[in-house]
């Protein structure tokens, strides 16, 4: 029986280590939470959704491909129904950035840094790159994936020995430039377009209140732009 599982979902399972008790936090379906367990890649997973909905469609799914035997399913807001030691990864995919800064923020022991973070932002990239930087989580890997007309990034993050990102590095960190070329120079032109949008926007706003907002953007474009100069030329050298 074929899993349905996108491209997406198979990037953050290829970041799981070999024989995690992971935290699948948003499972909707329980695609990723039972693929995890077919390839054996993880050893158990506890799936977590906010809403009931999801969580039964993940039981069923669960029962129908025969990994409920290593599954605990949570009805909870982020990991408030884990405590410390329960799992050591947690895995946060297909919400905002805004989301998953919530659910770090809101989690006791989100500072162990023994834990594993995989994260996949649909969205606000940029402000869950500079909270990680700013609160001393460190992006250990970045890879991006092409899935039906979207380019998605997925990061895994451990806390401790972060350092603090540029506006620029916000939107394209360090360890996503180390993806495939092709990939790579298809998401900065993406990230340039739409700090144009933004830096336009803004400009044209009239409003008060905007010109340290639009000064972060401009200079974000501004590192950017740098950052895909530099990105060249290393890569015709």
């Not at 198979?10 to 070999?18: E, I, R, Y």
């Not at 394209?172 to 949008?197: F, G």
């Not at 972060?216 to 530099?230: G, P, S």
Request: proline share 4%.
């Amino acid at each position: 029986m074929k899993l349905p599982i996108s491209k997406r979902l198979l990037c953050c399972a290829s970041l799981v280590p070999q024989g995690a008790r992971v935290a699948d936090v948003g499972c909707d379906h329980g695609y990723l939470s039972i693929y995890l367990l077919r390839e054996n890649i993880a050893a158990a997973v506890s799936a977590m959704d906010l809403r009931p909905e999801p969580l039964e469609a993940a039981r069923r799914n669960a029962a129908r491909f025969q990994t409920a035997d290593r599954m605990e399913f949570f009805l909870c807001d982020g990991l408030s129904g884990l405590g410390l030691g329960a799992v050591d990864t947690v895995i946060c995919a297909g919400m905002g950035g805004d989301t998953m800064v919530k659910i770090l923020s809101e989690c006791s022991w989100a500072d162990d840094p023994a834990v594993t973070w995989i994260l996949q932002p649909q969205s606000s990239g940029n402000d869950l790159r500079r909270w990680l930087s700013e609160r001393g989580y460190r992006i250990t890997r970045e890879k991006l994936v092409q899935d039906g007309g979207f380019l998605y990034a997925v990061m895994e993050v451990r806390y401790g020995g972060g350092t603090l990102l540029t506006p620029g590095q916000q939107y394209v960190s360090p360890q996503l430039l180390k993806e495939d070329p092709a990939l790579v120079r298809a998401y900065m032109e993406r990230v340039k377009n739409a700090l144009v949008r933004t830096v336009d926007g803004l400009s044209r706003a009239k409003e008060d209140g905007l010109a340290e907002r639009r000064a972060y953007y401009e200079t974000a474009l501004r590192q950017v732009r740098e950052l895909e100069e530099d990105y060249e030329n290393r890569e015709r050298n």
